[in-house]
């Protein structure tokens, strides 16, 4: 016989409600003689009594968080190293937000702040051998920029780049070409 008992399922067997995030389920494991079979079930369709044969117990339901985002750093930093030397024009808000993830992710160490022509700068190191620095934009950003920044943003982590914009590879050399 196989002992093997499903997980909770999301919705009620007998009536096929959906469980609610911390809702009281029952659960009902009957075994014959071929396999142990699980029944989740709310509490209306729960049953009132049940057989010496039959193991309940009652729990609650947890529903699953929606899986986070998994962020391509390595794209990230392809596009980074290509647009800090020619941004596109009016992307110079969205290369700043990708340069303070890379910083947060420390990808990137900000080194400090520089103002040349009253125009604000990052002045960035890339940590590792070969220790590369950049200089890349801070405008100054409002609450109104953010939610069409944070729009682009997420397109560019979930791909949706045109390949004319998306550099080949994380290699220096290739960053630079791709920006002429």
């Given at each position: 016989m196989d002992w093997r008992i499903d997980r909770i399922r999301e919705r009620c067997l007998q009536c096929a409600a959906a469980f609610?995030?911390?809702?009281?389920?029952?659960?009902v494991i009957e075994?014959?003689?071929?396999?142990?079979?699980?029944?989740?079930?709310?509490?209306?369709?729960?049953?009132?009594?049940?057989?010496?044969?039959?193991?309940?117990?009652?729990?609650?339901?947890?529903?699953?968080?929606?899986?986070?985002?998994?962020?391509?750093?390595?794209?990230l930093l392809r596009i980074f190293e290509v647009w800090q030397k020619s941004p596109p024009p009016g992307q110079e808000a969205l290369l700043y937000l990708i340069t303070l993830l890379l910083v947060r992710k420390r990808f990137l160490k900000m080194v400090g702040l520089v103002n040349e022509g009253g125009v604000?700068?990052?002045r960035l190191r890339r940590p590792g051998p070969t220790e590369q620095w950049y200089l890349a934009p801070a405008p100054l950003l409002t609450a109104a920029d953010l939610p069409p920044l944070r729009a682009k943003l997420e397109e560019l982590i979930d791909g949706n780049l045109d390949?004319?914009?998306?550099?080949?590879?994380?290699?220096?050399?290739?960053?630079?070409?791709?920006?002429?």
């Open positions: 609610a995030h911390d809702q009281r389920v029952v659960s075994a014959d003689a071929a396999k142990i079979v699980r029944r989740d079930l709310c509490e209306k369709c729960a049953p009132k009594q049940t057989s010496p044969d039959v193991v309940w117990w009652e729990t609650r339901f947890q529903a699953h968080a929606p899986k986070r985002k998994r962020v391509d750093f390595d794209r604000e700068s990052l390949e004319e914009e998306m550099p080949s590879s994380t290699d220096p050399s290739s960053a630079t070409r791709a920006a002429s």
